[in-house]
């Protein structure tokens, strides 16, 4: 059984950054896709940033492309996102996501396993 464990959230001002970090257990940790989403007050989940197994692939929404950087360290079992340049509108609750095949994917239906999320605000 896969086990997320989200940290590194915080209160910043915009244009601050933050690094959130992300521990699985689990045997199979590097042969797993992984993501980051987010949810905003009164909003639904969306897709921040994907990883592949191997760490080669990334893929990050237009909303972040430029200012977060997400990585993976398969030796420490742990993925990370890297935000720099915060806006007011970054504010929400950070979920890291992980998937049974190596690939990435933007659609959080296709990540099986949950950590329980890590609030990022951002005061303007």
């Known amino acids: 059984q896969v086990q997320l464990v989200e940290s590194g959230g915080g209160l910043v001002q915009a244009g601050g950054s933050l690094r959130l970090s992300c521990a699985a257990s689990?045997?199979?940790?590097?042969?797993?896709?992984a993501g980051w989403f987010r949810q905003g007050q009164g909003k639904e989940r969306e897709f921040v940033a994907a990883?592949?197994?191997?760490?080669?692939?990334?893929y990050y929404a237009d909303s972040v492309k430029g200012r977060f950087t997400i990585s993976r360290d398969n030796a420490k079992n742990t993925v990370y996102l890297q935000m720099i340049s915060l806006k007011p509108e970054d504010t929400g609750v950070y979920y890291c996501?992980?998937?049974?095949?190596?690939?990435?994917?933007?659609?959080?239906?296709?990540?099986?396993?949950w950590g329980q999320g890590t609030q990022v605000t951002v005061s303007s």
């Open positions: 996501a992980m998937r049974r095949v190596g690939y990435m994917h933007t659609a959080p239906e296709e990540y099986e396993h």
């Open positions: 990883i592949s197994a191997s760490g080669v692939s990334t």
């Open positions: 689990g045997r199979t940790f590097s042969r797993n896709g």
